[in-house]
Each structure stands twice: as structure tokens, then as C-alpha cells.
């Protein structure tokens, strides 16, 4: 039963609904074992777990970071929302500031986007929100000239007769 148990909650994540990929430590699997074979109300913990962990990912946006990270002239935009450590440039670039790198950006045949956190960043979206011009041959140029990450998805779009 011991053993189950400690299966179970090892992948229990702690951020319960969201999708990233941190394991519970084994200090919360202690926690979680004592209330389970206790019979306490494992939800009030489970909510004060999922507290204690919010605190602890807060404050990854370190925008001293960005200024001295992004080229000169360009300009970056913060995200809201669980994306918030995330940076959109006008030269096409989406850079995670926690972990301070760039994201590869997908490339089709009219427009560019990237996926982060399982959430869909479109280039177009976000360009038109913040008022800057999109354009896709300019943006393609910038990660050509940089040498910047990005990959070209070829979508075939073949009649099925």
C-alpha cells in the first residue's frame, strides 16, 4: 500500500492544472502520505500546497535582464497572465526571461507563431495588439541574419480525390 501511494503522488503535480513539467518534491509526498494514512482532508493541504507554490514562481520576469539581453532599437512587450515571464520583440523574437533564452519560432507559409506553455503566441495577434507592422519576410530576415532559432513547416495542402 506504502508503495502505491508514493507511485500515486509522485506524479501528482503540485501546481494542480498547470501544464509544466515540476514533480512534487518528497517532502510534499511526506506531507501528503501522513494526511492520507491520518484520514485528514488532503484538499485543505492540497490548497495550501498549491499557495506555497504560486509564491515560489513569482517574480521569475527580470526585466534588468531583458534590456541588457534584447539588440539596441528593439523593443520588447511583457505578456500577462501565467505567461508573464514571457517577452514578445518587434523583430519577431519571444524569449522566456526565467529561463533566459529564446523560444524557436515556427515559421508556414503566412504566418509565424510558437507554442508556450501550451498556450499559442501568433506573431500577427500580438503585432496588431501592440500596433507594431507585421511582416513576415522582415521578421524571417531578422532570424536569418541572427542566426536565431526557428524551424519552416511545410503544410501540403493536396486535394484527396
Known amino acids: 500500500m506504502q508503495l502505491w501511494v508514493e507511485k500515486l503522488t509522485r506524479y501528482i503535480k503540485i501546481g494542480m492544472g498547470i501544464r509544466d513539467k515540476r514533480y512534487v ?71 522566456n526571461t526565467h529561463r533566459k533564452r529564446d523560444y524557436k519560432i515556427n515559421f508556414t507559409k503566412t504566418t509565424v507563431f510558437c507554442y508556450v506553455l501550451g498556450e499559442l503566441i501568433s506573431h500577427e495577434k500580438y503585432f496588431k495588439k501592440l500596433g507594431w507592422k507585421f511582416n513576415y519576410s522582415e521578421i524571417l530576415d531578422n532570424y536569418n541574419k541572427r542566426d536565431w532559432p526557428y524551424t519552416i513547416s511545410r503544410i501540403r495542402c493536396e486535394s484527396r480525390r
Request: hydrophobic content about 30%; proline content about 0%; charged content about 35%.
Open 25 to 95: 518534491s518528497d517532502k510534499y509526498i511526506e506531507n501528503v502520505n501522513h494526511y492520507i494514512y491520518n484520514d485528514l482532508k488532503l484538499t485543505e493541504y492540497l490548497e495550501e500546497a498549491k499557495e506555497e507554490y504560486a509564491k515560489t514562481t513569482q517574480n521569475q520576469y527580470d526585466e534588468e535582464w531583458v534590456k541588457t539581453y534584447v539588440e539596441k532599437g528593439e523593443k520588447f512587450v511583457r505578456l500577462e497572465g501565467k505567461l508573464d515571464h514571457i517577452v514578445v520583440t518587434n523583430l519577431g523574437r519571444v524569449i
